[in-house]
């Protein structure tokens, strides 16, 4: 047989490899949502209001009132790479802010449009500036603007044409993915206020007004059933403390809700959501699907926020630790008020 030539080594150009890892980043609308949502509270914004138009694809535009953009800073603000959050390795350490990696925005201009509309304080006007592939594409333009900052995605994966085929399927939709998000920023940042909205509905479907009751924020994202069926839940122990609110016996729905915070950051950490699960099933045989909102804290040095791409796991040091810990003050706290109500039943 005649020996078949390896095949040959190319370098990619640097668009495709762009556009690759943008694929990444911004896996879906949501994706995108949650990206901007996270730069808007690293702005210290107190006002955070979404649209969308099409399930994100043909507009996701979220604007805030935070301490906004520098004139000087556009022209590299869609590169990658560029931040304002991180200038070291080691600083990932010890980060607070949700952005670390100057990724997001770049990302966007790699897989949609890109319009930034921004101003700082003390200024009289803001500025406009639109993006592609990492680049402004004119000088910015002068506008009339509001405190804040407005970003707007246009023609998401215009460039991905499998991708967008894929969410174009109406079972794809991302809109429901978006409330949702939206819903667990707003009850954990209840010095915020959140809105999110279809492009041109009057209403929106998640509102949420600045407050300081975690509680009086959840009543008004979820709902009176869910908040009038909550117990308060507190852990302080070596190297964490958690809070938060979980449902009783009262509450019956067909599916888990776990919203789970790590020093600030939204995200999914399998392991104790079964484990919380396995002892709602345990404890509460008919009521076994529960509500969870929990905020743990330890210190930054043990979790590593930069396992994905996404950034929605992280890596706890001392996990099975904390599990435990979780998993026996929520079997304690069902187990007393299942026996307050089988008492209060009785008599
Ligand atoms: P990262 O958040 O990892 O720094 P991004 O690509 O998300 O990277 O954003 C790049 C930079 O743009 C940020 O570091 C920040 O300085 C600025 N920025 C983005 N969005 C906003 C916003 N809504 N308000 C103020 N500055 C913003
Ligand atoms: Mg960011």
């Given at each position: 047989a ?10 990619l ?8 890892a ?47 953009i ?19 390795f ?46 402004m ?60 909205r ?110 994905h ?23 304690s ?15």
């Amino acid at each position: 047989a005649i020996p078949k030539e390896p095949p040959k080594i190319k370098r990619l150009e640097e668009s495709v490899v762009n556009r690759i890892a943008a694929g990444e980043v911004i896996q879906r609308p949501v994706s995108a949502v949650k990206e901007l949502i996270e730069n808007s509270l690293d702005a210290n914004s107190t006002s955070i209001s979404v649209v969308v138009k099409d399930s994100g694809l043909k507009l996701i535009q979220v604007s805030d009132d935070g301490h906004g953009i520098r004139y000087e800073d556009l022209p590299i603000l869609c590169e990658r790479h560029t931040t304002s959050k991180l200038s070291k390795f080691e600083d990932l350490q010890t980060i607070s802010s949700m952005g670390f990696r100057g990724e997001a925005l770049a990302s966007m201009t790699y897989v949609g449009h890109v319009t930034v509309t921004t101003i700082t304080d003390g200024q009289l006007y803001g500025y406009r500036a639109t993006y592609r592939d990492g680049l402004m594409v004119d000088e910015p333009k002068p506008c009339a603007a509001v405190k804040g900052t407005q970003i707007m995605i246009e023609n998401l994966f215009y460039n991905m044409a499998a991708r967008r085929k894929t969410l174009e399927n109406s079972s794809a939709d991302d809109y429901p993915k978006i409330v949702d998000l939206i819903s667990r920023f707003a009850i954990h940042h209840i010095n915020v206020s959140f809105s999110c909205r279809k492009h041109g509905a009057g209403r929106a479907d998640v509102y949420s007004l600045a407050t300081c009751s975690r509680i009086d924020s959840i009543r008004s994202v979820y709902g009176v059933s869910v908040a009038r069926n909550l117990m308060k839940i507190e852990v302080s122990d070596t190297g964490f403390k958690m809070d938060g609110f979980i449902s009783d016996s009262n509450y019956i729905a067909k599916k888990i809700t776990m919203v789970l915070f790590i020093n600030d950051r939204l995200v999914d950490c399998s392991a104790l959501k079964r484990a919380i699960e396995i002892v709602y099933t345990a404890t509460l045989p008919k009521a076994s699907k529960p509500f969870i909102y929990m905020s743990i804290v330890l210190p930054p040095q043990h979790v590593d926020v930069n396992v994905h791409p996404t950034k929605r796991e992280v890596s706890l040091m001392n996990q099975e630790f904390i599990i435990e810990k979780i998993q026996s003050v929520v079997e304690s706290k069902l187990r007393s008020s299942n026996e307050s109500r089988r008492f209060q039943e009785q008599t």
